[in-house]
């Protein structure tokens, strides 16, 4: 049963004997005491870093550097909006409105709309007068639809759109 416990002659990887780095009591006491420090070294110094963060200009921490840094990016003013259904007191711009929204058909014509500029055209809407074609335009009519479309206008906005079609047209 010995002989199967013990490894044969010559089974080593290696003819050579294996040997220690540490052949003197002060060498294993150089390195139990190297062993303690290096790694408090090492979290003392990481400690360090991580704590010691930036350093910043003194305006970049004022009050107002700061709230100016986290202020919202929009804000609600209610103190500019009148009651509801009320008109803005500001004059609205005919011009605008005509080349931002009615343009698209009536400047073509699409879909039988009155061309700008057309006295023809527009002479079978003036005949039932003004305030008919500002309820056209309004509610919308054929294949126009309320407000050219733009339900963002007011009705002082279509109505300044319509005054300036109807100027190109009238003497």
């Known amino acids: 049963m010995r002989a199967f416990l013990r490894s044969p ?17 002060k060498q294993l006491v150089t390195v139990l005491v190297l062993a303690f420090i290096v790694p408090i070294v090492v979290i003392v110094l990481l400690a360090q870093l991580a704590t010691s963060g930036r350093t910043y200009d003194e305006d970049a921490r004022s009050p107002e550097a700061i709230a100016k840094r986290i202020k919202p990016v929009a804000e609600v003013n209610l103190g ?7 008109e803005p007191a500001a004059k609205a711009d005919g011009k605008a409105v ?12 699409v879909a039988n709309a009155p061309k700008f500029g057309d006295k023809k055209a527009w002479a079978m809407h003036l005949m039932h007068g003004t305030e008919h074609v500002y309820e056209n335009a309004l509610k919308g009519k054929g294949a126009m639809p309320p407000k050219g479309g733009n339900l963002t206008l007011s009705e002082a906005e279509v109505k300044a759109a319509v005054d300036y079609m109807l100027g190109a047209v009238k003497p």
């Open 80 to 86: 500019a909006a009148g009651p509801a259904g009320k």
């Open 98 to 109: 005509y080349e931002s929204t009615c343009m698209a058909c009536h400047g073509t014509g």
């Open 9 to 25: 002659k010559g089974a080593r990887m290696s003819g050579k004997r294996r040997e220690s780095l540490i052949k003197t009591p």
